[in-house]
């Protein structure tokens, strides 16, 4: 691979059909640093801020009163089966919609390098879909929370995504309730069951958001983290209408805070309410082991499964000398020589082949459900990894014989529906200076433009980056 065309699909999403070929790949790179936009002309029409979540919360809680109601009229016993189908269709429906608004956000973006960004942390803090509440809400997470934070500092990402609706939902936050708390006292002088701690964002933010399973906590360290958090809840919930005039955002109800100093790897945190657990997220997003941990996965993303220790150990520093700035740590990995090696090192995930496809045909030729149809059957459904760990960055985890053929069956679909001319042309601005005698001689021979294209698309060089 050459510089330009490593910029383009190692660092980038792939190259756009029409745009120039970097003259430095470097600063090009660098540049999007600077020029990027994180709310674009695309989303001029999805509300992402904090009122578009309170409408999610309040018609859902709407919506489950009215079911409870028509499950109880006995003259009518399948209204509420009727309801709630046509709840879940609206729900995958406007699901559907932000999936392709993301698709257009990749083919569209003039600092593809960062869009990748956006991409990367959107799935190091994941939440997903096959749970309740999460595909309302996934939509405005990635693109008010993870969006604006992607060149900032990893500590206010680390505030947006932690506390953000979505995030309380996914790991049941907002049912977190201090066991010495005012509310837990009210309800065990009422002989009500306890509603308890729950320790499922503590153990995420620990683990998979900040540290690593290797960074040295404990599982004490987990609890006291999650008493920290408790309090901490969605606006919109009834117990949550008196903590804060802001809508959809993060509430903090002390209500059910748990009182008390807390002490996380081995440091002391006095009781000040919301204040408590934004401190310790503070110090946690600027920790050695954290520092380290997302030098790793970065590594891991841009140099291989198995990334160079020199390169973990250069993004570890810039990490740490910048208390986490991203912009410094970016840099960092644009400079690295560990980066900007001949041979590829990564296989394409389904999504960012598919992104690659998008922005190789220049234009979004596919509806929305058909784009959505795609990821899922190409075995990356979109915001859908299953677990908080999010989705595997390993090759293993995507080379399967039945997933390429998969890609054969998608680019043979898309190459029809695109119908370009210039395919010749488009493959080598796509891997300039890259393309293999094999691949080109496949796209000069091909029986006609659209077969060529599928071939491009399935060839070694759209595989690998």
Same mark, same amino acid.
């Given at each position: 691979?050459?510089?330009?065309?490593?910029?383009?699909?190692?660092?980038?999403?792939?190259?756009?059909?029409?745009?120039?070929?970097?003259?430095?790949?470097?600063?090009?790179?660098?540049?999007?640093?600077?020029?990027?936009?994180?709310? #674009?002309?695309?989303?001029?029409?999805?509300?992402?801020?904090?009122?578009?979540?309170?409408?999610?919360?309040?018609?859902?809680?709407?919506?489950?009163?009215?079911?409870?109601?028509?499950?109880?009229?006995?003259?009518?016993?399948?209204? @509420?089966?009727?309801?709630?189908?046509?709840?879940?269709?609206?729900? $995958?429906?406007?699901?559907?919609?932000?999936?392709?608004?993301?698709?257009?956000?990749?083919?569209?973006?003039?600092?593809?390098?960062?869009? $990748? +960004?956006?991409?990367?942390?959107?799935?190091?803090?994941?939440?997903?879909?096959?749970?309740? &509440?999460?595909?309302?809400?996934?939509?405005?997470?990635?693109?008010?929370?993870?969006?604006?934070?992607?060149?900032?500092?990893?500590?206010?990402?680390?505030?947006?995504?932690?506390?953000?609706?979505?995030?309380?939902?996914?790991?049941?936050?907002?049912?977190?309730?201090?066991?010495?708390?005012?509310?837990?006292?009210?309800?065990?002088?009422? *002989?009500?069951?306890?509603? *308890?701690?729950?320790?499922?964002?503590?153990?995420?933010?620990?683990?998979?958001?900040?540290?690593?399973?290797? *960074?040295?906590?404990?599982?004490?360290?987990?609890?006291?983290?999650?008493?920290?958090?408790?309090?901490?809840?969605?606006?919109?919930?009834?117990?949550?209408?008196?903590?804060?005039?802001?809508?959809?955002?993060?509430?903090?109800?002390?209500?059910?805070?748990?009182?008390?100093?807390?002490?996380?790897?081995?440091?002391?945190?006095?009781?000040? *309410?919301?204040? &408590?657990?934004?401190?310790?997220?503070?110090?946690?997003?600027?920790? #050695?082991?954290?520092?380290?941990?997302?030098?790793?996965?970065?590594?891991?993303?841009?140099?291989?499964?198995?990334?160079?220790?020199?390169?973990?150990?250069?993004?570890?520093?810039?990490?740490?000398?910048?208390?986490?700035?991203?912009?410094?740590?970016?840099?960092?990995?644009?400079?690295?020589?560990?980066?900007?090696?001949?041979?590829?090192?990564?296989?394409?995930?389904?999504?960012?082949?598919?992104?690659?496809?998008?922005?190789?045909?220049?234009?979004?030729?596919?509806?929305?459900?058909?784009?959505?149809? +795609?990821?899922?059957?190409?075995?990356? &459904?979109?915001?859908?990894?299953?677990?908080?760990?999010?989705?595997?960055?390993?090759? @293993?985890?995507?080379?399967?014989?039945?997933?390429?053929?998969?890609?054969?069956?998608?680019?043979?679909?898309?190459?029809?529906?695109?119908?370009?001319?210039?395919?010749?042309?488009?493959?080598?601005?796509?891997?300039?200076?890259?393309?293999?005698?094999?691949?080109?001689?496949?796209?000069?021979?091909?029986?006609?433009?659209? +077969?060529?294209?599928?071939?491009?698309?399935?060839?070694?060089?759209? +595989?690998?980056?």
């Amino acid at each position: 691979m050459t510089p330009e065309s490593i910029a383009l699909n190692r660092f980038g999403l792939g190259y756009r059909r029409g745009d120039a070929l970097p003259q430095d790949p470097r600063g090009w790179l660098k540049r999007q640093i600077a020029e990027y936009v994180p709310s #674009p002309k695309a989303l001029a029409g999805r509300s992402v801020n904090g009122e578009e979540v309170a409408r999610v919360i309040a018609d859902t809680a709407e919506f489950r009163a009215m079911r409870n109601a028509a499950r109880e009229d006995a003259d009518n016993p399948e209204a @509420a089966a009727m309801m709630s189908k046509e709840r879940q269709q609206d729900v $995958r429906r406007d699901l559907v919609a932000d999936i392709a608004l993301r698709g257009r956000l990749a083919l569209e973006s003039d600092t593809p390098f960062i869009e $990748r +960004m956006v991409h990367f942390w959107s799935n190091h803090f994941a939440v997903s879909t096959d749970k309740a &509440q999460i595909p309302s809400l996934v939509g405005p997470y990635e693109f008010g929370a993870i969006r604006p934070h992607v060149t900032g500092y990893f500590g206010d990402l680390l505030r947006a995504a932690s506390l953000h609706p979505a995030m309380l939902a996914y790991l049941d936050q907002w049912q977190s309730q201090g066991p010495n708390s005012r509310a837990a006292k009210m309800r065990e002088r009422r *002989g009500r069951p306890e509603r *308890g701690l729950n320790e499922n964002l503590g153990r995420e933010i620990l683990e998979l958001h900040t540290l690593g399973v290797d *960074g040295g906590y404990t599982q004490e360290d987990v609890r006291e983290l999650a008493r920290a958090l408790t309090g901490w809840t969605m606006q919109g919930l009834p117990a949550a209408a008196r903590a804060t005039p802001q809508p959809g955002g993060p509430a903090f109800f002390d209500y059910i805070h748990e009182p008390g100093t807390r002490t996380v790897m081995g440091c002391s945190y006095r009781d000040t *309410g919301a204040g &408590q657990a934004l401190d310790i997220l503070d110090d946690l997003a600027v920790h #050695p082991s954290t520092a380290r941990f997302v030098a790793t996965k970065l590594a891991r993303h841009f140099a291989g499964d198995t990334p160079p220790e020199s390169l973990v150990e250069r993004l570890a520093k810039a990490f740490t000398d910048s208390g986490g700035h991203l912009p410094k740590v970016y840099e960092a990995l644009i400079d690295a020589p560990e980066t900007w090696v001949e041979q590829p090192v990564k296989f394409r995930q389904p999504w960012e082949w598919a992104v690659g496809l998008l922005r190789a045909g220049g234009e979004m030729k596919l509806a929305d459900r058909q784009f959505a149809i +795609m990821l899922r059957e190409l075995g990356q &459904q979109a915001w859908r990894p299953g677990s908080p760990a999010g989705w595997d960055d390993r090759e @293993a985890s995507w080379a399967g014989a039945n997933a390429l053929y998969r890609r054969v069956e998608a680019a043979e679909r898309v190459a029809d529906l695109l119908r370009l001319e210039d395919v010749r042309e488009l493959a080598e601005a796509m891997f300039p200076g890259s393309l293999s005698d094999t691949t080109r001689q496949s796209v000069r021979w091909a029986e006609s433009n659209e +077969m060529g294209f599928a071939l491009l698309l399935v060839s070694p060089e759209m +595989m690998r980056r």
